[in-house]
T-cell receptor, first 111, second 115 residues
Framework: RKEVEQDPGPFNVPEGATVAFNCTYSNSASQSFFWYRQDCRKEPKLLMSVYSSGNEDGRFTAQLNRASQYISLLIRDSKLSDSATYLCVVDSGAGSYQLTFGKGTKLSVIP | NAGVMQNPRHLVRRRGQEARLRCSPMKGHSHVYWYRQLPEEGLKFMVYLQKENIIDESGMPKERFSAEFPKEGPSILRIQQVVRGDSAAYFC?????????????FGPGTRLTVL
């Protein structure tokens, strides 16, 4: 089983749509969870950390389900500039600095 | 507001040559991490360093690869006798360290091409 698994997509959605990405992770000891976005041939950029209680940042909402080892990202009112690959990232264990990256889900927002 | 800096951005080497990749962490950050991203793959952890110390190199190949973070100057990832399979994007990340925060911020990467 892959450590961090994501649907590779691509997700092609019209501007203004709501889109959701899911991710599962295999290490039950993981304590820190993040969503990064990566544009083509660029570095990953931290989008948001994911907390147990769920958290929201503008149009973006992240949820964590520890029991199911499942993380989600919801993007509302999609913009063209949201087109990117979204990376689900978890740490390798409690307090670990090693981050394990999923391969990413590609999103294309269409005019 | 300098972020993580890496150079060179692109590096071309012939098989058997050496590649040296440099990374300057974000101001105020004392922890540096190197990751490698092969085409169509996720980023893979290689090594974690603090000033003058290698904390964890468990993700780094045992041969030909080395890393350092000297007291003065940038962190260096060194690949000796490069092979075609070393072609990849190498990203450096930094964090402030300390308890409770392992958010890592990435540099623009060095794209290594081995001919």
């Amino acid at each position: 089983r892959k450590e961090v698994e994501q649907d590779p997509g691509p997700f092609n959605v019209p501007e203004g749509a709501t889109v959701a990405f899911n991710c599962t992770y295999s290490n039950s000891a993981s304590q820190s969870f993040f969503w990064y976005r990566q544009d083509c041939r660029k570095e990953p950029k931290l989008l948001m950390s994911v907390y147990s209680s769920g958290n929201e940042d503008g149009r973006f909402t992240a949820q964590l389900n520890r029991a199911s080892q499942y993380i989600s990202l919801l993007i509302r009112d999609s913009k063209l500039s949201d087109s990117a690959t979204y990376l689900c990232v978890v740490d390798s264990g409690a307090g670990s600095y090693q981050l394990t990256f999923g391969k990413g889900t590609k999103l294309s927002v269409i005019p | 507001n300098a972020g993580v800096m890496q150079n060179p951005r692109h590096l071309v080497r012939r098989r058997g040559q050496e590649a040296r990749l440099r990374c300057s962490p974000m101001k105020g950050h004392s922890h540096v991490y190197w990751y490698r991203q092969l085409p169509e793959e996720g980023l893979k952890f290689m090594v974690y360093l603090q000033k003058e110390n290698i904390i964890d190199e468990s993700g780094m190949p045992k041969e030909r690869f080395s890393a350092e973070f000297p007291k003065e100057g940038p962190s260096i990832l060194r690949i000796q006798q490069v092979v075609r399979g070393d072609s990849a994007a190498y990203f450096c990340a930094s964090s402030p360290g300390g308890q409770g925060s392992n958010e890592q911020f990435f540099g623009p990467g060095t794209r290594l091409t081995v001919l």
